[in-house]
């Protein structure tokens, strides 16, 4: 579970910057919270503000954290960059990043500073009592790496080698440093559709990606199959199949690919390929799998763009999935952006987040930060209003 996160230069936000799940004691209970020892969790947030805002911009620490503790070892070339940027205007200043976590029962900080270049600095600390102490710490100097470590057995002189672009948990893991285990495990469990550069788009690879993944698990593929038949009246069950295709240079390859099943009400039925079906059943079967991953595993989805091609009856339906311990057992978490206002109608005002940008710099903020601005308040009444800020200036 993640409690919060704080970031700074990074992409368009150029100062510090907080995503906050903790509710405080305030706010009325919901079916939206995780208790955890007398402290409650937000398990849904929800990211608005128009366009070129900075609301993906907002997400991609998250999907840069699970890459870089997760694959930055094995997943990056030796000489490569760190795929990262900080704000345009200030030059090669480094980025920040301090996540604090819940994991197996215990309560973790991870902190990470670097540039594009390497690590400058990179920490896990464990909560004991009332205080953090550290696991390890690694600092750049000037002859090179300084390590210390309690409690993380990696080897200190292999430590201080290691090259700059990539996470000493990743390393570690590597090396099959057992400590390191569960960090991989819970970094892995950050479910997203946000890349590097962005989102990532639909296109049609993403069809076979999301059914690679699906048929590797009949009960998730279930599901999937179960939901897409809610969602498209016309569908009745999605079937994945393994073809064989040729790549860009001849050679054959084994592809998994979804077919859709229609039945008339007369009986008569037909097959179509997901590649015939409409955008919005392909976007919705792609948007499905790190859903439903999160939920049947737990850990969180980051979702930009949430309501893309799809109807906006289906997004409440999205939430509740959350909300309800039968479908959401292991109190996954979702954060995501959407550009449907009616969301304000649906969350309360500590599950909101405003994006706005002011002299090219993003900033962001939670509805309960603002003062005057009561929990029985219309919201979407509000934002439409432009009372709340974060809306398109036209």
């Given amino acids: 579970m993640i409690k919060n996160l704080s970031f700074k230069n990074f992409y368009s936000f150029a100062d510090d910057t907080v995503i906050d799940f903790a509710l405080g004691k305030k706010p009325t209970p919901s079916g939206y919270d995780i208790d955890v020892d007398g402290e409650r969790y937000n398990k849904a947030i929800a990211v608005v503000g128009a366009n070129g805002s900075g609301k993906t911009q907002l997400l991609k620490p998250l999907a840069f954290l699970h890459w870089f503790i997760t694959d930055s070892f094995l997943g990056n070339d030796p000489e490569r960059d760190i795929p990262i940027n900080g704000h345009a205007l200030n030059g090669n200043e480094a980025s920040r990043f301090e996540l604090e976590f819940r994991e197996g029962g215990a309560d973790y900080r991870y902190q990470l500073e670097l540039t594009s270049e390497e690590v400058l600095f990179e920490a896990l600390y464990e909560k004991t009592s009332s205080q953090y102490s550290?696991?390890?710490?690694?600092?750049?100097?000037?002859?090179?790496?300084?390590?210390?470590?309690?409690?993380?057995?990696f080897p200190k002189a292999q430590a201080e080698?290691?090259?700059?672009?990539?996470?000493?948990?990743?390393?570690?893991?590597?090396?099959d440093v057992e400590t390191a285990k569960p960090f991989i495990d819970f970094f892995s469990r950050i479910e997203t559709n946000v890349v590097s550069v962005g989102r990532r788009h639909f296109h049609h690879g993403a069809l076979v990606r999301a059914a690679t993944a699906f048929q590797k698990d009949p009960e998730l593929q279930a599901r999937m199959s179960k939901a897409l038949s809610a969602f498209d009246l016309g569908l009745e069950n999605v079937d994945?199949?393994?073809?064989?295709?040729?790549?860009?240079?001849?050679?054959?390859?084994?592809?998994?690919?979804?077919?859709?099943?229609?039945t008339t009400a007369d009986g008569r039925s037909f097959e179509l390929s997901f590649f015939e079906e409409s955008s919005g059943t392909q976007s919705a079967f792609v948007l499905l799998e790190p859903i439903l991953n999160t939920l049947q595993n737990g850990g969180i989805a980051v979702i930009d763009e949430i309501d893309n091609d799809l109807h906006p009856h289906l997004v409440p339906h999205l939430l509740e999935w959350f909300e309800f311990e039968h479908t959401n057992p292991h109190q996954a978490q979702l954060i995501f952006t959407c550009h449907t206002p009616e969301v304000l109608n649906l969350l309360q005002k500590h599950q909101i987040y405003l994006v706005e940008k002011r002299n090219q710099q993003s900033d962001a903020w939670r509805l309960d930060d603002m003062t005057g601005l009561r929990a029985d308040d219309n919201l979407y009444a509000k934002y439409m209003a432009g009372a709340l800020g974060a809306t398109p200036e036209l």
């Fill in 240 to 262: 994945i199949r393994k073809l064989t295709a040729r790549d860009e240079t001849g050679q054959e390859e084994e592809i998994y690919l979804p077919f859709g099943t229609h």
């Fill in 134 to 153: 550290y696991l390890f710490k690694r600092e750049k100097t000037e002859k090179g790496y300084s390590f210390k470590q309690k409690g993380f057995p």
């Fill in 161 to 175: 080698k290691l090259r700059g672009n990539v996470s000493l948990i990743s390393a570690a893991y590597s090396y």
